[in-house]
């Protein structure tokens, strides 16, 4: 291969024309010659008008909006309003009770669901540091939320020394009001001095067995229990096999279990069991139990006959259940309305026995005033609950959830298909 010794010389590209808009030129502007023409006057445009910006969309928002940043707010009310988050509108459009959001500090959402995630997931020794240390970044009035968000924190936890030093805080940063401290209702334990009580509470699943020990303790000691079940929701076929059991051996060895307020947990059971589809045979077990304690022979029966035909196989047999000797638990009376009432923990809950809640009526309000925590798996799959509903034009309410978990609903979206209504400061 022979090299050239000598580089050849390197012949420039002709250069391109630029095309540029034509302007309107005064009559005596002069251009100046373009390089090889005659000394010619040629007439010069005036400078470029400076441009004008419109409030419309452009190719500047759609760029932002790629890159994941906001366009600049507005700076009156007015304009504030009109671009106010659908997540902002289902909390403050309330006549019962609302969140104050401030409309021009949307860079703290971001800051609020990682709140709202961590105490989902039970991180509750990172949520209160965090809180804290948020509160600083978003002075005054701007962090009022977080401020919420810390009231309940400290309110869930009991803390009332805590609660009433940032009160005082609270008073001379947002110069308002601050919340007042709930007085915790008195446990149904007092009624019955020397009576051990089990709450149970919300959706049990075989993650919450747990929740049981204390019944099973009460057979292992002969000793008396009121079991409270005014708080529970459903069970699955898991935990529905393990309190049929425990239920049966305390009948069987004449232990004095008693089962209060559980009228509401039968129909609950019936709408999940199908008669001739063999499934949830231990579900099927717990409600023939609970009849046994609770309703009359003919139900049982029924029931029996039911069990019967689904699985092919001999039901339990009725027996008299004596009526305990205990004396009442004391409950306050029944709401009014037709409210549909959670409590405790929500966690890995489906939500399966909602599903004939949400069928009963058009209007449908889910009260959230007992319920401590909301996990994030529970919160997707309500989502997946309230969606039908929202796509048939059925309003649903959710009513007096915390502030942590109202956030938490935000976050997963159930405030698109849900009026969230809040406690107010």
């Known amino acids: 291969m022979v090299f050239s010794l000598f580089k050849k010389k390197v012949q420039k590209m002709p250069e391109r024309e630029v095309m540029r808009p034509k302007q309107a030129t005064a009559p005596n502007s002069v251009l100046p010659a373009p390089p090889g023409a005659k000394d010619e006057a040629v007439k010069t445009p005036e400078p470029l008008p400076d441009l004008e910006f419109t409030t419309g969309p452009g190719p500047a928002v759609a760029a932002d909006k790629a890159a994941g940043s906001r366009p600049s707010q507005p700076k009156t009310r007015e304009e504030m309003a ?4 659908e997540f902002e509108r289902e909390f403050t459009d309330s006549s019962v009770m609302a969140i104050d959001v401030d409309h021009g500090a949307e860079s703290i959402q971001a800051d609020i669901e990682q709140v709202a ?5 039970g991180q509750d020794a990172v949520v209160g540091p965090l809180l804290e240390s948020l509160l600083g970044a978003y002075p005054g009035t701007e962090g009022l939320r977080l401020w919420q968000m810390l009231f309940d924190f400290l309110q869930l936890k009991g803390d009332r020394a805590a609660f009433d030093k940032l009160a005082a805080e609270f008073v ?16 149904p334990a007092s009624a019955a001095p020397g009576v051990a009580v089990c709450e149970l509470q ?4 075989g993650d919450d067995l747990s929740m049981l020990t204390p019944l099973a303790d009460a057979l292992k000691l002969k000793r008396p229990l009121r079991v409270d079940c005014s708080g529970l929701l459903g069970c699955d076929d898991e935990a529905s096999g393990r309190l049929a059991d425990l239920l049966m051996n305390a009948r069987r060895q004449g232990a004095v279990i008693v089962l209060e307020q559980i009228e509401g947990m039968i129909p609950r059971l019936r709408a999940r069991l199908v008669v001739g589809e063999a499934q949830n045979a231990r579900s099927w077990l717990l409600l023939l139990e609970l009849l046994q304690r609770s309703g009359t ?15 092919e196989r001999s039901p339990p047999s009725w027996e008299a259940v004596p009526a305990p000797s205990l004396p009442a638990i004391k409950h306050d009376a029944p709401p009014a309305d037709d409210a549909h009432y959670l409590s405790g923990e929500i ?3 489906r939500f399966d ?3 004939a809640v949400l069928n009963l009526q058009d ?7 007992g319920v401590r925590r909301l996990d994030f798996f529970s919160a997707g799959q309500l989502v997946n609950r309230l969606a039908p509903l929202k796509g048939s034009g059925r309003e649903v309410t959710i009513r007096s959830p915390n502030n942590l978990v109202a956030e938490l609903m935000a976050v997963v979206g159930i405030n698109k298909l849900a009026r969230i209504i809040v406690p107010k400061s």
């Open 363 to 369: 209007n449908v309000v889910l009260d959230f005033s």
């Open 297 to 311: 022979q003919e139900e049982f029966e029924l029931c029996a006959i039911d069990f019967a035909v689904t699985f």
């Open 353 to 355: 026995d909602l599903i």
């Open 347 to 349: 966690k890995n809950s």
């Open 117 to 121: 995630v961590l105490y989902a997931n």
């Open 202 to 205: 919300g959706v049990l699943t």
């Open 82 to 85: 009109l671009v106010m988050s």
């Open 172 to 187: 001379q940063t947002c110069e308002m009001s601050p919340p007042a401290w709930r007085q915790a209702q008195p446990k």
